[in-house]
């Protein structure tokens, strides 16, 4: 087998198969780093604007001082512990309009956001817990509304508490919670049966977009403008529509849903990262760069089908290709990822495959006509690389179903080789191979070789 022909033949291929690796492992490290400068880009502007923002409120806080008697030493004494006591609406609903630009740096594109919310909470007297047989004294009550990102804070309007305003002022005082919003209400406010609040708020940011659903019963509404939203959270939304001009979402919870009042305890430092969201996210509408990943993928695929192809027809008409002209179509075809990439980032990733395609199939088309001497089987190898790259296309595309349709491709190609090579006596082959290659050189020893 070692002094077989048609061995070292599959050899070699299999070679080139290896060294074309090397070039696609340089091109999927520089898609990785491209990725990365669009990544810099969304971090930068949220740098200079805003990050994702949680809204966490509106709640009112409550600072309470209980006094104590300890007897020691025979002697009674009192002491003093303080915390805040936190008082949660018996219904939350939150409405927001949302608007997201477009802002580029460079060729690289990242999305900002203002939404605009208003938020109507109502407060029950009941669930104020009681104090008997403590003796408390009550500070100012304020309420709270506490903001991932300050900066993103735009136009805050009038609190109305009962039908009377309320100035608002910055910061939460929350522990464990600085940033966001508080207005100071008096301690009688809070004798009322019921309480009800309402206030509107500009809010401006990257990314995400959450809201902690404080209320026993809450409810958010989101209008948008952006029709590539990401509802992937802690609850999606009960209703939504998605359409090319934006979406429409309706989040629902419940304390039965959520177990959100547990995690308001007095004195406990309220940890926002950990508290259940209604949350959506601005997400690219293409991400060619992944894309791109994934085609690379299957670089292997179009590489080794062409390369069968070359053989096969090698072996049906006793055509002599060499090595290094299978090694120059081989470095065309990673050349077509390359130009995919680079274009993608200018006119999108479906425009940026046509264009690859149409290129590299026309330099290999003018390539081929010289090696294979023919214009029909130039023409028809040119054919076959646009059909191979619709197909990959649509693998692409349809990944949900990209196995199969890859199976199916793979099992067809299979298929053709077996029909076309069924009568074919492959160790025949070599030996004659072998002979010929003989004779030819003691007639004429450059007239003829295995690879011209």
């Known amino acids: 087998m070692l002094k077989s022909a048609l061995f070292w033949k599959v050899m070699?291929?299999?070679?080139?198969?290896?060294?074309l690796l090397i070039p696609l492992s340089m091109l999927s490290s520089l898609i990785n780093e491209r990725s990365n400068y669009r990544d810099d880009v969304e971090q930068s502007l949220a740098q200079s604007t805003s990050g994702s923002q949680t809204v966490t409120g509106p709640l009112i806080a409550i600072p309470v001082t209980e006094l104590t008697t300890v007897i020691e030493d025979n002697k009674e004494i009192k002491k003093e512990s303080s915390?805040?006591?936190?008082?949660?609406?018996?219904?939350l609903s939150v409405v927001g309009k949302q608007a997201v630009e477009p802002r580029h740096i460079g060729i690289y594109e990242g999305q900002i956001w203002r939404t605009d919310l208003t938020?109507?909470?109502?407060f029950n007297r009941q669930q104020l817990k009681g104090d008997d047989g403590v003796e408390t004294r009550l500070g100012t009550p304020y309420v709270v509304l506490a903001i991932g990102d300050s900066r993103g804070i735009g136009k805050v309007g009038e609190l109305n508490i009962n039908g009377q305003s309320y100035p608002i002022e910055p910061g939460s005082h929350l522990p464990g919670v600085e940033q966001g919003l508080h207005a100071k209400i008096p301690l009688e406010l809070l004798q009322s049966d019921k309480l009800t609040l309402r206030f509107t708020l500009d809010l401006m940011g990257?990314?995400?977009?959450?809201?902690?659903p404080l209320g026993r019963n809450s409810q958010f509404s989101l209008t948008s403008n952006w029709p590539h939203p990401n509802f992937i959270g802690d609850f999606l939304p009960q209703q939504r529509t998605v359409s090319e001009n934006g979406f429409t979402a309706?989040?629902?919870?419940?304390?039965?849903?959520n177990n959100l009042n547990t995690s308001f305890?007095?004195?406990?430092?309220?940890?926002?990262?950990?508290?259940?969201?209604?949350?959506v996210t601005v997400a690219n509408p293409v991400d060619q760069y992944q894309l791109t990943d994934r085609a690379v993928k299957y670089a292997i695929l179009l590489i080794g089908l062409t390369f069968m192809s070359f053989f096969l027809m090698e072996t049906l008409t006793g055509l002599r290709?060499?090595?290094?002209?299978?090694?120059?179509?081989g470095l065309s075809l990673v050349m077509f990822y390359l130009v995919l990439l680079a274009v993608s980032e200018h006119t999108g990733f479906n425009g940026a495959w046509l264009l690859a395609s149409l290129v590299c199939a026309g330099i290999n088309g003018f390539y081929l006509k010289a090696v294979l001497n023919s214009w029909k089987a130039s023409v028809m190898f040119t054919l076959g690389l646009l059909i191979l790259d619709a197909v990959l296309w649509q693998l692409l595309q349809s990944e949900d179903s990209a196995l199969l349709l890859g199976t199916g491709v793979l099992f067809a190609s299979l298929s053709a080789i077996m029909l076309l090579t069924r009568n074919i006596d492959w160790y025949r082959m070599g030996s004659k191979v072998q002979t010929q290659a003989v004779d030819d050189r003691q007639e004429d020893p450059e007239r003829f070789r295995l690879w011209k």
């Open 12 to 19: 070699t291929l299999l070679g080139c198969m290896v060294v």
């Open 83 to 91: 915390f805040i006591r936190y008082y949660l609406p018996e219904n």
């Open 119 to 122: 938020l109507n909470a109502s």
């Open 206 to 212: 990257t990314k995400q977009l959450a809201l902690v």
């Open 250 to 257: 309706n989040w629902q919870s419940t304390w039965f849903a």
């Open 265 to 279: 305890d007095d004195a406990r430092l309220i940890d926002v990262s950990r508290l259940p969201t209604f949350s």
């Open 321 to 329: 290709v060499h090595p290094m002209q299978y090694l120059l179509v």
